[in-house]
Every structure is written in structure tokens, then in C-alpha cells.
């Protein structure tokens, strides 16, 4: 029990006044070094913390103070640690998720907003935040005909600020691009880090699937697309390099396999990859740790374990420490660094979320497309 609770159940009176009071004198979790305290304050027959950190359970059930409606769970977190959390609260038989009131950070997904609590030494990174000083790039939206798909594909194209037609940029293909755009600030954090000279000026090209748990799972027709259709459209239309030491491709889950699936599929034409928690399952992971869409998936990688010739001169990999699938990229990394790649690996106390995958863009890009002022970012 942290010693805040102490407090307020040792208080007299426990009730409403001493609640507010309480409450008005603490952030809220309430961290304590590595100990937090997550509170919920309503009428409720249960609550619990829902959390997304594979291996530990999935909820918690929180402990109701007698006499008041505040409900109470405390749980150790590891330093520097991220953690997106809902609360569950049960009431006349009836289940609703909620998000922390009293916390006000949170996290968008395609699936809604998140609370997340920030453990002690985490920070948002000051460079993906909107910084004035920066010339934006700007957004053009394209049309790319597709044989492979037999349709019309959209893609929005990311120009840097002062693009110049007389000289080229390097090519970074992003996998879920307009995901990346809304949920992890890839505009901004191109704005930033070009702007500053962490990264080189480069176009990227942002896909966004219709179907993307087929399409990213190895599917031929995509990595068709990637290689064919849309990187000789873009040429036509921008002035990128040729040399495929200047050419890449990201993703981020699926986006990852199907990323690495296009690389593999034509070796020589991208340089250049940027890995995040890939869903990299292959045969020695058990049936009951993924669904039926993973089989197209298995086989690429069981495949690609096999033989994996050299897809990349250059791979960046990042994974979060609380998800399912860091054994998968761990053990990808010595196979890609056997077979003569050349290959930096990350881990950061996450999940399998956007925000991690943002926070891992500075390393990665300035690493993959370095600029004048390039440095080593932890």
C-alpha cells in the first residue's frame, strides 16, 4: 500500500471533503519511485486496471476504501517505463471501459484514446512536439495505377521544405503512413529533425492498406506495388535517388512484415529498413499465441529464416519490452547480422503502440538517413 493511501484511509473524517482535498493535492497515478497508485473515484460493484504488458496479467482489480467511492490499485512500474491503461468498471451487470479522469495523458489509436501513464524518468520527446522555429514540409496526395491490385492506389507524399528540383532526395517508403501522420507525428517529427540537421532532407511516401492483415502479410501483389508500380510512379513525379543506399522502407506490425517481405522480394532495390515490433511469427511459435491471419505471415518467415540473403544494407529494429512479440525480434536480429546486414536493435520499456513507435524515429532515421549534424541517439 503506498504511503498516499495511508493517508487518506487514516484520515478522519474518510469522506468527500477529504477525498477532494486529497485528490487536489496530488498528480494522479500518484508515482511514488517505482511505485504507482491508480485511482478511480465513482459508485461501482468492481473496477478494474486494464493494461497492455504482455506477460503480467491483464487487469488488476482495485481495492475500495471503506466509506467512500475512491477505488484504489498499486503496482510497480520500472523506471523510464510508458504504459497505456483503461479502467473497467462494472456496475448493475453492465462492463464499460473507461479512461483515468484525473490523468491527463493519453494516446490515440485507430481504436480510440488511451490513458498512459509516464513512469518516473520517461519524458515525450521535445522533437515530436509542433516547434515554430521549423519550416514545415508540405503533403501532396497522389494517384498510383495498380496492375497488381487491379485498382487506383492513394499514397500522400511528405516533400521537405526548400525541395529543390536541380538535386535529390533519399526515398523513405512508411507503411500505414497516414497512421504514422495522425497517431505518431511523422509530419512533425520530419519537420524537427530535417529543420535541425539530424536527418537528411528526404521524400517519404505514406501507403495506408485497405486490407492491411492481408496485403501486409507477405502478399506478393504488395511487395509488387512497392517495387513496380509505386517507386517508379514517385520517380517520375519527384526527384529521388537512384541509389538504392538512399531508398527505404518502414512499418510498424504488419506494416514490418510487409516492409521486410518487399525488401526480400527485391533484393538491390531498398537499402535501407526501419523495423518496428514486427509481427514476426514463424513456425516455432505456438497456434495459441496468434490467429489464422498470421499463417501467410509464418511461412514468409520460416522462409525468410531459411534464406535470407540480403534484403538491406542497413536495418533498424525496435521492439517494446511489454509486448508479445519481443522474442520474435530478438531472435530476428542475430539471424540479419549472420547473414552480413548491418543491424542496430532497440528495446524501450512500451508496448505495441504508436507513441513507442514515435519515440523511436529520431534513432532510427537519424541512423538509416543521416544528416550534416548526425549524431548517436539513445
Same mark, same amino acid.
Given at each position: ?18 477525498? $477532494? ?19 478511480? #473515484? ?14 503480467? =496479467? ?19 512500474? =520500472? ?10 468498471? %462494472? ?16 494516446? *490515440? ?15 515525450? =520527446? ?17 494517384? %498510383? ?11 500522400? %507524399? ?5 525541395? #529543390? ?39 517519404? %511516401? ?25 517507386? =517508379?510512379?514517385?520517380? $517520375? ?31 538491390? *532495390? ?79 520499456? $512500451? ?8 519515440? #523511436? ?18
Amino acid at each position: 500500500m503506498s504511503r498516499a493511501i495511508r493517508t487518506v484511509m487514516g484520515a478522519e473524517p474518510p469522506g468527500g471533503e477529504r477525498i $477532494d482535498a486529497f485528490l487536489a493535492e496530488h498528480d494522479v497515478p500518484i508515482r511514488e519511485g517505482t511505485t504507482t497508485t491508480f485511482l478511480w #473515484r465513482g459508485e461501482a460493484d468492481r473496477v478494474l486496471l486494464r493494461h497492455w504488458i504482455y506477460g503480467l =496479467p491483464s487487469s488488476h482489480r482495485l481495492k475500495r476504501i471503506a466509506g467512500t467511492d475512491l477505488w484504489w490499485v498499486t503496482l510497480e512500474v =520500472p523506471e523510464r517505463s510508458r504504459i497505456e491503461y483503461k479502467f473497467e468498471v %462494472v456496475q448493475d451487470g453492465r462492463r464499460r471501459l473507461r479512461r483515468d479522469r484525473f490523468n491527463p495523458h493519453t494516446a *490515440r489509436d485507430p481504436f480510440g484514446v488511451n490513458s498512459v501513464l509516464h513512469g518516473v524518468g520517461y519524458q515525450t =520527446p521535445q522533437w515530436t512536439r509542433h516547434d515554430p522555429r521549423a519550416r514545415p514540409g508540405v503533403i501532396e496526395e497522389m494517384h %498510383v495505377p495498380s496492375e497488381a491490385f487491379g485498382e487506383d492506389r492513394r499514397v500522400l %507524399v511528405y516533400l521537405p521544405a526548400r525541395l #529543390r528540383r536541380s538535386r535529390r532526395y533519399p526515398l523513405l517508403l512508411v507503411h500505414d503512413g497516414e497512421d504514422y501522420l495522425r497517431y505518431a507525428e511523422l509530419g512533425t517529427v520530419l519537420d524537427n529533425l530535417i529543420d535541425r540537421w539530424e536527418i537528411a532532407p528526404l521524400i517519404a %511516401v505514406m501507403t495506408q492498406s485497405p486490407d492491411r492483415l492481408r496485403e501486409y502479410a507477405a502478399d506478393r501483389r504488395h511487395a509488387r506495388f512497392v517495387a513496380e508500380e509505386l517507386v =517508379p510512379r514517385v520517380a $517520375d513525379a519527384f526527384p529521388i535517388e537512384e541509389d538504392p543506399a538512399h531508398r527505404g522502407i518502414m512499418g510498424a506490425s504488419f506494416g514490418a512484415v510487409a516492409a521486410l517481405h518487399a525488401a526480400w522480394s527485391y533484393p538491390g *532495390r531498398f537499402d535501407r529498413l526501419l523495423l518496428q515490433s514486427g509481427s514476426f511469427a514463424f513456425s516455432d511459435i505456438g497456434r495459441h499465441r496468434r490467429t489464422r491471419v498470421f499463417d501467410p505471415v509464418a511461412k514468409f518467415v520460416n522462409a525468410f529464416r531459411d534464406a535470407p540473403g540480403r534484403p538491406a544494407e542497413r536495418l533498424y529494429v525496435t521492439c517494446g519490452r511489454y509486448e508479445s512479440l519481443i522474442y520474435e525480434n530478438r531472435s530476428l536480429v542475430p539471424l540479419l547480422t549472420e547473414a552480413g546486414m548491418e543491424v542496430r536493435y532497440r528495446e524501450a520499456r $512500451d508496448g505495441h503502440n504508436w507513441q513507442n513507435w514515435r519515440d #523511436r524515429l529520431r534513432s532510427g532515421l537519424s541512423w538509416l538517413f543521416p544528416g550534416p549534424l548526425w549524431m548517436v541517439y539513445e
